[in-house]
């Protein structure tokens, strides 16, 4: 394991940017990179780099760490040119091996990247701090429990799994919220970077249209919660998953 440890040391850990947070929560809190890295914290003691999916020019990812994937108010159906170009490159990345985490957007479009399908949900947004259920054990659920909480604000779904992918978690809204889509390539539909503040700065920016689609919004921003849990699924990515890149 020290062997391993050296070894990624000298690796950075990529960060894809797909879009920003809402404007409000990247005043106070930053981008979707600084809410990622400090979720991670002293779990990773490497660098770290962040490039702009929509700005072309990715990366030579083969002596990567890691790739993260961010969250993005884009959506994968409407196939926008740097969409196709992201998913042509994440084929490469995880064609590599390099251990890969996608959040949200970045969970979808890795499933169009490698197969799958992605349309607007049928039951509607899901937004809020949700209970999902595991449906199968895995290093990225190490520590949670078989039924687990966290904040989630999404309104496309993966709706058919890519070859070889295995549904890792659910929930009423949700057929999909966590992928394992190889052994180094796992996403999830819920954000663990999004703590309580964040996930009410959001409710907060969607108030009006929240309300219009139905929701007691009131409530919906009072029980908002950390999503401690949810939180963990990217900290065990890092424990647990990175290292394989070093076998």
């Known amino acids: 394991m020290a062997a391993e440890r050296s070894d990624l040391s000298n690796r950075k850990i990529y960060i894809m940017k797909t879009g920003e947070p809402v404007p409000k929560v990247r005043e106070r809190r930053g981008e979707f990179a600084d809410l990622i890295t400090g979720v991670i914290g002293d779990a990773w003691s490497g660098g770290y780099d962040t490039f702009d999916a929509r700005e072309g020019g990715p990366p030579d990812m083969r002596d990567a760490a890691a790739l993260v994937i961010t969250g993005s108010a884009a959506n994968v159906p409407d196939r926008e040119p740097w969409m196709l170009a992201t998913e042509g490159f994440l084929r490469e990345v995880v064609g590599l091996g390099v251990p890969t985490f ?3 957007f970045g969970h979808q479009i890795l499933a169009q990247a490698l ?3 992605v349309q607007r949900n049928p039951r509607g947004r899901e937004i809020g701090t949700r209970a999902i259920h595991r449906l199968a054990d895995d290093p990225i659920f190490d520590g949670l429990p078989e039924v687990f909480r966290a904040n989630v604000t999404h309104v496309d779904t993966v709706v058919r799994l890519p070859h070889g992918a295995t549904a890792l978690a659910k929930n009423d809204l949700e057929d999909h919220h966590a992928i394992r889509f190889t052994e180094t390539c796992y996403g ?3 954000h663990p970077e999004l703590d309580a503040d ?3 700065g959001y409710i907060e920016h969607r108030w009006e249209i929240l309300a219009g689609e139905g929701f007691a919004v009131e409530s919906l921003h009072a029980e908002i919660e950390e999503g401690e849990f949810g939180r963990r699924t990217l900290l065990n990515f890092i424990r647990h998953i ?3 890149r070093a076998r």
């Open 198 to 200: 964040v996930m009410r």
């Open 242 to 244: 990175l290292p394989r």
């Open 188 to 190: 999830v539909q819920f």
């Open 115 to 117: 197969g799958g399908e």
């Open 102 to 104: 996608g959040i949200c």
